[in-house]
């Protein structure tokens, strides 16, 4: 009986000394906050507003030019009618070679973009690695009061993935054009033309229009990549960006000179 009473007292006393060695739930839970702390950027509330205005601008600037009712102003639209004419006159052209070599211009200004796109995604990725080199340079230039080690990571990774999406639309672009030369190459000599080669160029017109407005998307985030720059500065200096590219961008969609000279009308000129 006493030896019995004696393993209590001794697993009561294991039972109090762990008890009194466990860390206490304040202290477990002061040391997950400073844990989480320690992973958490150092982003101010100021880059949060800039992220998403940015987000925001380039979604919201992509529905009005491209989805809304005032997209019929957009020199886009325009360019639509010039292509649908330029397909029909193909069709009684005895020589296409002209129409082979405007659709192989088109090919290579949409290789350029993509190889250029691919050399900018080599270098952020080399940029992504070399934070600590970047936060030097920012810290001799005395621009590191707004930027940390893991926050020019973030940085570069919003450069990558802009570069991802570009990439996808100028090789996207260039096979579509590739569409457009078999469409091209599929219709009858001049002579043999009857309504099945019209809608074949009617198609060739589908194509090559859906073909500019990727080119145009990899285009508009070439411009917001530009905006993303001044990020890397300034959060204020990246809002002050993302407004004066919206006002590009509207301006050469809806504002251009070369916008007037295509709506102008044979008799104006």
Known sequence: MWRRSGQHDGAARYVVSALASRPSRDKLAGDMEQTWDRALPDITLLDYLAF??????????????????????????????YRERWMQKMLRRENRMVDANIIGSLQNGAAFFASTTIFALGGLIAALGASEQAMG??????????????????????MIAIMAYAFFKFAWTFRLQNYCAVLLGATAEASEVGPEDTALAHRAARISALAARH???????????????????????????????LYVLHRREFRS????????KSDEF
């Open 137 to 158: 340079i920012l810290s001799t230039l005395h621009m590191d009061q707004f930027a940390t080690a893991e926050t020019w990571q973030i940085k570069v990774l919003l």
């Open 215 to 245: 080119f145009n998307r990899g285009l508009r985030a070439y411009f917001f990549a530009l905006a993303g720059l001044a990020w890397f500065v300034h959060p204020a200096l990246f809002i002050v960006m993302i407004v004066y590219v």
């Open 257 to 264: 000179k070369s916008l007037k000279v295509l709506r102008i």
């Open 52 to 81: 998403g205005f940015y987000v925001a601008s380039w979604i919201g600037y992509t529905l009005f030019a491209d989805y809304s009712p005032w997209r019929r102003h957009n020199i886009m639209i325009t360019m639509d009618a």
